[in-house]
């Protein structure tokens, strides 16, 4: 109404309006339904580790958490664990334990409750004081919490500036041509149609309302995501064969070959007056010459975030694996553990260790290619660990978490200027859609303008 659209644009926003409520309500409940699951998630990993503590057994555990915790889904699957321990039959090598503990896993894939539970099965099979063990993991958790709600406040920031450019968007492209309808009225009356019945005007409209409801429902879907970190990661282990494989002068050559085709077009181009043609591979040519720096800008871009991601899991899970082991030991059994893209550089650290376990180089090539400062950093710690004794074996460990949480602060980082330039393309929709619809409306008012003239004259 307030764009003057015709019975059947109306009907057709009506029905795309209809249409998108039914999600509009599911992704409404989606989200309050993931942040229940986030915060059933933390409440049991911490209620876990504080009733493991006491009596270090995880079926004691386990039976505590089931009465503390509400009645819901992570009660159900507490006591569908439970029953498996009591039940006592094991179906793999992994044993009892691993097996009823993968039941709240798969109700709740995520890979924080999965480094806890490997945390209650080691301490129950090795014993000893897990104390430590217990307070790194809570104080991981809490800085994790942290960081997710950061990450929500940060995104529902964003989708209130899109609501914002979406009510900003349609009142200034309304306004506009009211403002245009009513220059031509002050010029008196006239058999020229009202600017609002102009064919232009009334599909920019349409259009224009179609993208402002689209970029809503958009960006209440951002709402829903990011809560538990149970997405598959994006591998990056071509990109970083890549790089430990890259030679740039054969690169350059090989470049110089792809190149060489499109040069030969554009000179036949130029020789039969096909300039523009010419110009076209011209610029092919000059892209597929440098094509080699551009892939490896890319992959180093690719792989320095899939480490930002994978070392803070990687540097806890050794902080946990040196509360047990010495530092060889422990970068041995933590490859496994690893994402694949640290798998191969862990290795061939654990092999040059196992060659020269004095030599400080051993460790500082590991990742040496990427421009990392953080992972020097740690390898000189482990190296110091290594050579240290254990004297002040704790004292190190707690630097090297204090490490792990910066690590972890970088990789929110990382992900809010994704999550921030998301936002911004959002916001961009609305405001690209009333550029356009300005222009079509100001030509049309004005081609409607000089037809009024005509009349006059």
């Known amino acids: 109404m307030f764009f003057k659209l015709e019975l059947v644009y109306i009907v057709a926003v009506g029905a795309v309006a209809l249409s998108m409520l039914p999600v509009l309500i599911i992704d409404m409940y989606r989200r309050m339904y993931e942040q229940k699951r986030f915060a059933d998630v933390t409440d049991y990993m911490e209620q876990i580790l504080f009733s493991f503590r006491k009596e270090r057994k995880i079926l004691s555990a386990l039976r505590e958490c089931?009465?503390?915790?509400?009645?819901?889904?992570?009660?159900?699957?507490?006591?569908?664990?439970?029953?498996?321990?009591?039940?006592?039959?094991?179906?793999?090598?992994?044993?009892?334990?691993?097996?009823?503990?993968?039941?709240?896993?798969?109700?709740?894939?995520?890979?924080?409750?999965?480094?806890?539970?490997?945390?209650?099965?080691?301490?129950?099979?090795?014993?000893?004081?897990?104390?430590?063990?217990?307070?790194?993991?809570?104080?991981?958790?809490?800085?994790?919490?942290?960081?997710?709600?950061?990450?929500?406040?940060?995104?529902?920031?964003?989708?209130t500036d899109c609501i914002f450019s979406i009510v900003g968007a349609a009142l200034t492209s309304g306004l506009a041509v009211y403002l245009m309808d009513q220059v031509k009225n002050t010029m008196g009356s006239s058999p020229v149609a009202s600017i609002f019945t102009l064919l232009p005007v009334q599909l920019t409209s349409f259009v224009l309302i179609l993208i402002c409801l689209?970029?809503?429902?958009?960006?209440?879907?951002?709402?829903?995501?990011?809560?538990?970190?149970?997405?598959?990661?994006?591998?990056?282990?071509?990109?970083?064969?890549?790089?430990?494989?890259?030679?740039?002068?054969?690169?350059?050559?090989?470049?110089?070959?792809?190149?060489?085709?499109?040069?030969?077009?554009?000179?036949?181009?130029?020789?039969?007056?096909?300039?523009?043609?010419?110009?076209?591979?011209?610029?092919?040519?000059?892209?597929?010459?440098?094509?080699?720096?551009?892939?490896?800008?890319?992959?180093?871009?690719?792989?320095?975030?899939?480490?930002?991601?994978?070392?803070?899991?990687?540097?806890?899970?050794?902080?946990?694996?040196?509360?047990?082991n010495n530092v060889q030991v422990s970068l041995a059994e933590s490859v496994s553990h690893a994402e694949s893209i640290l798998q191969p550089e862990l290795t061939a650290l654990v092999e040059r260790i196992r060659k020269d376990p004095a030599e400080i180089q051993s460790y500082l090539q590991f990742f040496a290619g990427v421009d990392i400062p953080e992972i020097a950093t740690c390898m000189k710690m482990l190296y110091s660990m290594s050579n240290d004794g254990t004297g002040n074996m704790q004292v190190q460990i707690s630097n090297l978490v204090a490490h792990v949480n910066k690590l972890r602060e970088k990789e929110l980082e990382l992900k809010n200027e994704k999550i921030v330039f998301q936002a911004r393309m959002m916001i961009m929709y609305p405001v690209a859609a009333t550029t356009v619809k300005l222009l079509i409306d100001m030509a049309s008012g004005t081609v409607l303008l000089f037809q009024l003239f005509g009349t006059m004259i």
């Open 214 to 324: 689209f970029t809503f429902a958009g960006s209440s879907r951002k709402l829903v995501q990011d809560w538990m970190d149970g997405k598959k990661k994006k591998d990056v282990l071509h990109a970083y064969e890549y790089l430990t494989h890259y030679d740039a002068g054969k690169e350059g050559r090989k470049s110089i070959l792809l190149s060489l085709p499109s040069l030969v077009i554009a000179i036949v181009c130029i020789a039969f007056n096909l300039s523009a043609v010419a110009v076209i591979f011209v610029v092919l040519a000059v892209f597929m010459l440098f094509q080699h720096r551009v892939n490896c800008s890319v992959y180093r871009s690719d792989v320095k975030n899939a480490l930002y991601e994978a070392l803070p899991e990687w540097m806890f899970d050794m902080a946990l694996l040196l509360q047990y």
């Open 66 to 159: 089931e009465q503390a915790l509400p009645d819901g889904q992570m009660r159900a699957a507490i006591w569908e664990a439970v029953a498996y321990v009591e039940a006592g039959t094991a179906t793999t090598e992994e044993g009892v334990y691993t097996e009823a503990l993968a039941l709240i896993e798969k109700r709740y894939p995520c890979k924080k409750i999965h480094t806890v539970h490997e945390l209650l099965v080691s301490a129950e099979e090795r014993g000893g004081d897990v104390g430590t063990s217990i307070d790194l993991m809570v104080e991981d958790i809490e800085v994790w919490k942290r960081q997710v709600y950061e990450l929500q406040k940060d995104k529902k920031v964003g989708h």
